[in-house]
C-alpha cells in the first residue's frame, strides 16, 4: 500500500501562496500586493489584488508615484486588502483571517477592523516606519485583531502556467 504524500503544503503556505500568486494580477509597476481572506475552519472566501475600480481603464488612469496627486495612481487603487473584502458576496467576514503579501495601511486596518476579520498574516512589512502603517498598528491592536508575520518555508514552487 502506497503511504499518503509527506511533503504537502501547509495551511499558511497554501493560503500566503494564493495572496502571493494573485499580486501577479496586479498592474502595478512598482508594488504588487495580494490579499487572501480565509474563514475558520480554512475555506477560502475571498482575493483581491491592488488595482483601479471597476470602469476605471489601467491604461488610461496614472500608474506614477510622483507629482500632481491627480495625475498619480494614489488617489486612484484599491488596495488588495480592501479589494478582497469588497469582493466577498457571501455574507459575513467575521471570526476571518487575510492573509496580505504586504502589511495592510491605515484605511486597509479600518476596513479589516469593521468587516469583522480577527488575524492579519502579513508577509513584507516594508512601510513599517510610515504613519500610515504606525496607525494601521495602532489601531489593529486596539481593537483586538491578532497580527502575525508569516515566516517563508523557504519552499519553491515552479510550474508552467
Ligand atoms: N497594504 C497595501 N496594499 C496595497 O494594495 N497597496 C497598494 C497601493 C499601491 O497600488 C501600491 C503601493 O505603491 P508604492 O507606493 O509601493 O509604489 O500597493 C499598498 C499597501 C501598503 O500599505
Ligand atoms: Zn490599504
Known sequence: M????????SWDEYFMGVAKLSAFRSKDPNTQVGACIVSQDNKILSMGYNGLPIGCSDDEFPWCREGD????KYLYTTHSELNA????????LDGSKIYVTLFPCNECAKAIIQSGIKTVVY???KYADTASVI?????LKAAGVEIVKYHESQREITFKL
Open 2 to 9: 502506497s503511504q499518503k504524500r509527506t511533503d504537502y503544503i
Open 69 to 72: 496627486p491627480l495625475e498619480n
Open 85 to 92: 473584502i469588497l469582493n466577498y458576496r457571501g455574507g459575513s
Open 123 to 125: 508577509d513584507c512589512d
Open 135 to 139: 496607525a494601521s498598528k495602532r489601531m
